[in-house]
T-cell receptor
Framework: EDQVTQSPEALRLQEGESSSLNCSYT??????LFWYRQDPGKGPEFLFT???AGEEKEKERLKATLTKKESFLHITAPKPEDSATYLC???????????FGTGTLLAVQP | EAGVVQSPRYKIIEKKQPVAFWCNPI?????LYWYRQNLGQGPELLIR????????DSQLPKDRFSAERLKGVDSTLKIQPAELGDSAVYLC???????????FGPGTRLLVL
């Protein structure tokens, strides 16, 4: 069964304190791993898509990496405005639909 | 470019009442999705449309939920009758095609009392 597990469930950082969020996945035939950001009361906002092991993508203070079993979202020198829930999703398997994890709630304190 | 539009943003109803949600996807996006997101969980797919055809509705509770996308553009999701467990955020998303990135609307927050 296709599955996505995100850790930690919640993370509190001081402004400027770099860290990483983890997304472990099990899927037959990965056709993309997606990272979304979700602010309270809003829909998920697309950040990155990764397709193959070794691939990396960057956007401002965020960098996403992918291996055959997991993905990391690295946050460098975070700011309070980076506070949000970060969702990971995979597409693949028999249905080819997006399977989401439960997210990591990130709080960055000034 | 306008994003995915959803209305209403909030809805409070009594159980056993009907409710409907509306979604207008990004212009030119042929694929439209309805998701349900429970508190503290990720979105779960209810139904996917390719143009006006529902091609994946395996997770849609068909005894009380229905959806339509008559002209292949905007879509309506209906619940009748609503139950307490239907309280959730209903998200609409769209993409150029099934293999393309999905872009989400702001969601409709439903509370069933």
């Amino acid at each position: 069964e296709d599955q996505v597990t995100q850790s930690p469930e919640a993370l509190r950082l001081q402004e400027g304190e770099s860290s990483s969020l983890n997304c472990s996945y099990t899927v037959s035939g990965l056709r993309g791993l997606f990272w979304y950001r979700q602010d309270p009361g809003k829909g998920p906002e697309f950040l990155f898509t990764l397709y193959s092991a070794g691939e990396e993508k960057e956007k401002e203070r965020l960098k996403a990496t992918l291996t055959k079993k997991e993905s990391f979202l690295h946050i460098t020198a975070p700011k309070p405005e980076d506070s949000a829930t970060y969702l990971c999703a995979v597409r693949g398997g028999a249905t080819n639909k997006l399977i989401f994890g439960t997210g990591t709630l990130l709080a960055v304190q000034p | 470019e306008a994003g995915v539009v959803q209305s209403p943003r909030y809805k409070i109803i009594e159980k056993k009442q009907p409710v409907a949600f509306w979604c207008n996807p990004i212009s030119g996006h042929n694929t439209l999705y309805w998701y349900r997101q429970n508190l503290g969980q990720g979105p779960e797919l209810l139904i996917r449309y390719e143009n006006e055809e529902a091609v994946d509705d395996s997770q849609l509770p068909k005894d009380r939920f229905s959806a339509e996308r008559l002209k292949g553009v905007d879509s309506t999701l209906k619940i009748q009758p609503a139950e307490l467990g239907d309280s959730a955020v209903y998200l609409c998303a769209s993409s150029l095609g099934q293999k393309e990135t999905q872009y989400f609307g702001p969601g409709t927050r439903l509370l069933v009392l």
